[in-house]
């Protein structure tokens, strides 16, 4: 999940796909509950969420409206909330993801500047749930088929940025992605998962990782 400060979007894009990851097969609306998984971490069925800036100052703790607006929509006690650090997006995030969910078109716009090798598997979230083709099927095959490097930027919607809002923007912010990211997780769950139990054994094969901010 890819934004600018690290600080706000990303990061609640990354809290709500942990928690529809945790919680078993995605299903859309309202997040709920407390959130499973953590920073860094593969969960049982295989993704592995990462976070990150294009223009993020190291080592900042999430933001008290972030982690408001959290709570708001039923993440109480996320649990890295405390452990959260700000990261600028590095060489290496973008060369082991698998998918970078950009929040905004200006964060694709970066990737295709200043890591061509990456805009293969770049787009916005709006643009992904909106386009990613919902077969069985390895994400990479699936990413290849929408060209996303010749997508234009000026057609990939976004998450507007709460930065400096109040806390009824970053709730709307929060409310938003409470919306979209479970379809994206939908769309990007591991096909080979689809039909699996794993609640008590955590058998996982050829995870699934995404970056962004």
């Known amino acids: ?18 928690h529809v990851i945790g919680e078993g097969p995605p299903e859309t609306g309202t ?8 920073s860094g971490s593969t969960d049982r069925r295989g993704f592995l969420v990462m976070t ?11 933001s008290p409206r972030t982690r408001s607006a959290l709570n708001a929509i ?10 959260h650090r700000s990261h600028q997006l590095t060489e290496e995030d973008l060369s082991s993801a698998d998918l970078v969910v950009a929040m905004a ?12 090798e990456a805009a293969s598997k770049t787009a916005t979230l709006h643009w992904l749930v909106e386009h990613l083709p919902q077969r069985r099927g390895h ?39 409470a919306e979209l990211v479970p379809l994206l997780v939908m769309l990007t769950w591991p096909p080979q998962e689809k039909h699996l139990s794993v609640g008590r054994h955590g058998t996982t094969s050829n995870p699934a990782k995404a970056t962004g901010g």
């Open 52 to 62: 990150a800036g294009t223009h993020a100052v190291e080592g900042q703790p999430m």
């Open 105 to 116: 078109r200006e964060h694709v716009d970066y990737v295709r500047r200043y890591h061509p």
């Open 1 to 18: 999940m890819l934004c600018t400060g690290n600080a706000a979007r990303s990061v609640m894009a990354g809290a709500i796909a942990r």
């Open 139 to 177: 994400l990479a095959e699936r990413l290849g088929d929408l060209n996303l490097s010749a997508i234009s930027c000026h057609e990939q919607g976004e998450v507007s940025d709460p930065a400096g809002g109040d806390d009824a923007q970053y709730l709307a912010c929060a409310k938003e992605l």
């Open 74 to 83: 039923g993440l109480d006690g996320y649990p890295t909330a405390a452990f």
């Open 31 to 38: 997040v709920s509950g407390a959130c499973s998984g953590g």
